[in-house]
């Protein structure tokens, strides 16, 4: 809970303050932001909890079988809890129209297939870095949020994490195309899973003597 909400409070603080100021954070400042964020929380909780800041991720995880399915709910719902209630918080602060909620800029076709890419990428470096080089683990995963985030940021918003989308658009009211912010992180995870239970789980070893 307390991961996400910090991952809400300053990622979509960033925007809302850049609106404010009329542009001193900049794209690329609010891209930075996400990204260092998402590694302090993962240097901050992962031993505890594990870091779970995204209902997309953990979802992934249930079925990687990393978690079961009671743990899978409680962390989605304290996920959700987290966002609304940073959220709120902005809304007290700033009374922000939109609170940093994502909304396409293009059709709708364009966000939901950027979010499903964006984050099946992520998804698969969380599950890869995670297996085979754990310390890593926050500074890769940090890196290809903050990456993604400036990527596509200005087509879909860059949530790539349903928590992150629903407590901006339950507190500010804007709900219009919020489903592909809920779906099409979710099924990019589910791929990513199943890609990485069927093909990368167990690859052969490099040999580097005969490399």
């Not at 987290?82 to 009374?95: E, M, N, R, Y």
């Not at 470096?125 to 940090?142: E, F, H, Q, R």
């Amino acid at each position: 809970m307390f991961g996400t909400f910090a991952l809400v409070l300053v990622g979509t603080g960033a925007i809302i303050v850049d609106d404010y100021s009329g542009g001193a954070v900049s794209h690329l400042g609010v891209s930075v932001a996400f990204g260092l964020i998402v590694t302090a929380m993962i240097y901050t909780f992962g031993k505890l909890s594990g870091a779970h800041i995204n209902p997309a991720v953990s979802i992934g995880f249930l079925l990687n079988k990393k978690l079961n399915g009671r743990d899978s709910v409680g962390y989605v719902t304290f996920q959700l809890i987290g966002a609304i209630c940073a959220s709120l918080i902005l809304k007290l602060l700033f009374v922000h129209d939109r609170l940093g909620a994502t909304i396409p800029s293009g059709t709708a076709l364009e966000s939901f297939v950027l979010e499903l890419i964006m984050t099946f990428g992520l998804m698969l470096s969380i599950l890869i870095v995670s297996k085979y080089l754990p310390a890593l683990t926050a500074i890769a995963v940090g890196a290809v949020v903050g990456l993604e985030a400036y990527f596509g940021g200005p087509t879909s918003g860059a949530s790539m994490n349903p928590a992150r989308s629903i407590g901006p658009a339950l507190i500010s009211g804007n709900w219009q195309h919020q489903w592909i912010y809920v779906v099409a992180p979710i099924v990019g995870a589910v791929l990513a899973a199943i890609l990485f239970n069927t093909i990368l789980k167990n690859p052969n070893p490099l040999n580097h003597e005969q490399a």
